[in-house]
């Protein structure tokens, strides 16, 4: 049956109309109007008139509310992409069996919100959604589903609901094969707040909208996989989401996971790796930061570890980094000197019989660096080359310009005497001093670029030496082109000061800032990059800042899952008080209390 008028009208956002169509004829509610059985709910959720759907709703019984199209989708199920909760509301109050039906992928109308990433919908239908439609042990995968997506779409508190209310969820598998921790694996950007912390050691930020029901998620899971064995972690996939979060270098999650769970610090994956051995490989500095925040003991079981390979962390590190970590870096020069860096800090750290160990091709870590490095070698030489020889060209032009400009002054000199004619004029004197600055400062360019063209481009002159020389020799370029320019002003001044007063000195000057800021925009970003991975802050070593915040989110997470304190919170709300604030005022009791857990606050 198909009525043209109400459809369009529908299109329309027309209520009159549609008024009028369905007055006329009261069948027209529950009629299929479209070849794929859609009714005028249908088409009116697809379109997404809110108003049209209160009024059909109103006129309709339950029961034409569950009326299916051709893909066995209700007007509900069609409403979900858009997220409008003005027009899923009239649907659920008319008939909560709404809420139960699954569409046509198996899935509830909760989970399909979810899945869309529907916030604030999905906190409505979720408190009015049966809980035993979420029970993994009644239905199948409705739970770990939305969980799922809660995960996914950062609808952390009603994930952390649903695992206080069925625990088993953090342990079961989703639809790939995977549990819960592997989403949270890949979200570096969740834990990442939580490494800054104000004066009371708290995120207020974070911690009032996302930080409990995070971290007490992220503990319910840790709590269920400490219920399991090795086999049945690898079975769902647990040693594979810290993999991922190496990966990711999540370095939030990878720390609260082996502090919660001590067992998945001796993870390893298919080839036999740890995670540092694997972070090592992938060149992720924050997680193999890590083993500094261990002791002895813990350190040198994971740094002896041996892959089915027989490479070791100093072999791992001796392998070429991967594309992608290697393109942060600009040119080929300074991608060798951050391999080099990797390689002698790991090797600081491994016992001395590693350095000489050979693996299952029979090679020690020097070799396979050698061998792997080969071509970065050559790309970085030809940089540095490029770089030198194009640089040598404007240097030895500066020098002969300035130390021809010494020989001849603005204005001559006098016959008589042979002494300048501008010799007592107080701007001959700046016009000496940086003539002479200039021709000094480009011969030590000259030659910082010829000890770079010259240099044997062993392995470890990237380290040091090339780059030395390339920031001495591109900074006393930058200083010669500025003294060039200054000399230049002060000539132009003298000859040209009686007809125009001082007053005209910017004048000249404004020009000849132009090329000094040319070369700095195009040369400094590189010039500070060098110098930053020279002699900058190491990217590796214990971050004290870290460890703080990481023991602060720690004790936050064991007051969240205490039963006591969850309660106390709930208490101190009720009394009109938010989470944040409830929540300082307890960890504050605790520090009065001078005690590390949750039991005496």
Not at 146 to 172: N, P, S
Not at 313 to 334: F, K, T
């Amino acid at each position: 049956m198909c009525n043209t008028i109400l459809l369009s009208a529908i299109e329309r956002g027309d209520l009159r109309v549609v008024r009028e169509q369905v007055g006329n004829d009261n069948n027209l509610l529950g009629a299929s109007l479209t070849a794929d059985g859609e009714t005028a709910l249908h088409i009116a959720a697809v379109e997404g008139q809110a108003e049209i759907i209160e009024w059909l709703v109103s006129q309709m019984t339950p029961q034409q509310l569950i009326q299916e199209n051709r893909w066995g989708r209700t007007a509900l199920s069609c409403a979900l992409p858009g997220g409008d909760i003005t027009m899923i509301r009239p649907m659920v109050d008319k008939n909560a069996e709404l809420l139960t039906l699954k569409n046509d992928e198996i899935c509830i109308p909760v989970v399909e919100a979810a899945s869309y990433g529907h916030v604030d919908l999905v906190r409505y239908m979720y408190h009015r959604t049966p809980p035993n439609m979420l029970d993994p042990i009644k239905v199948s995968k409705s739970g770990i589903l939305l969980l799922g997506h809660c995960v996914t779409a950062q609808i952390y508190d009603i994930a952390f609901e649903i695992l206080q209310r069925y625990k088993r969820l953090g342990t079961d598998k989703g639809l790939d094969g995977l549990c819960v921790l592997h989403i949270l694996a890949g979200k570096p950007s969740a834990f990442s707040c939580m490494k800054t912390t104000s004066p009371a050691g708290i995120c207020p930020s974070m911690l009032e909208k996302e930080m409990i029901d995070l971290l007490g998620l992220l503990g319910i899971i840790m709590q269920e996989t400490s219920k399991l064995d090795e086999q049945q972690l690898i079975d769902i996939g647990v040693y594979q989401a810290m993999f991922k979060a190496v990966e990711y270098e999540n370095i939030g999650l990878i720390d609260r996971c082996i502090r919660l769970n001590p067992k998945l610090l001796w993870c390893y994956d298919e080839n036999r790796r740890n995670i540092f051995l694997y972070a090592t490989r992938l060149r992720k500095a924050k997680i193999f930061n890590l083993l500094y925040q261990m002791n002895a003991v813990k350190k040198n079981r994971l740094t002896t570890r041996l892959d089915k390979f027989q490479n070791s962390i100093l072999h791992q590190a001796a392998m070429l980094a991967p594309d992608n970590e290697l393109r942060r870096i600009s040119g080929g020069a300074l991608q060798m000197q951050r391999e080099l860096q990797w390689f002698k800090e790991v090797m600081q750290i491994v016992p001395p019989q590693l350095v000489e160990m050979l693996n299952s091709d029979g090679k020690t870590p020097r070799q396979l660096f050698t061998e792997q490095h080969k071509m970065l070698r050559e790309e970085g030489e030809n940089w540095m080359r490029g770089i030198a020889s194009a640089c040598t060209v404007v240097a030895a032009l500066i020098v002969t310009i300035m130390f021809a400009a010494v020989f001849t002054v603005p204005g001559g000199y006098k016959q008589d005497i042979g002494s300048p004619i501008y010799l007592h004029k107080k701007y001959f004197l700046a016009y000496i001093i940086a003539d002479a600055l200039s021709l000094f400062s480009s011969s030590t360019s000259v030659l910082m670029f010829l000890g770079i063209l010259t240099s044997r481009y062993r392995e470890e002159d990237f380290l040091k030496s090339l780059p030395t020389k390339l920031v001495v020799g591109l900074s006393s370029l930058f200083f010669s082109i500025a003294a060039m320019m200054a000399t230049f002003v002060a000539a132009l001044y003298m000859l040209l000061c009686k007809r125009w007063a001082w007053k005209s000195l910017p004048v000249f000057v404004a020009p000849a800032l132009i090329p000094i800021m040319v070369f700095a925009w195009l040369q400094f970003p590189l010039l500070v990059e060098i110098y930053t991975s020279t002699y900058g802050r190491s990217i590796f070593g214990k971050s004290k800042d870290g460890k703080a915040s990481s023991n602060c989110g720690f004790r936050i997470l064991s007051l969240v899952l205490h039963p006591e304190i969850l309660s106390r919170c709930r208490a101190l709300r009720r009394t009109g008080e938010t989470r944040l604030n409830s929540l300082t005022r307890l960890l504050k009791c605790s520090r009065e209390d001078n005690q590390p857990g949750p039991d005496k606050v």
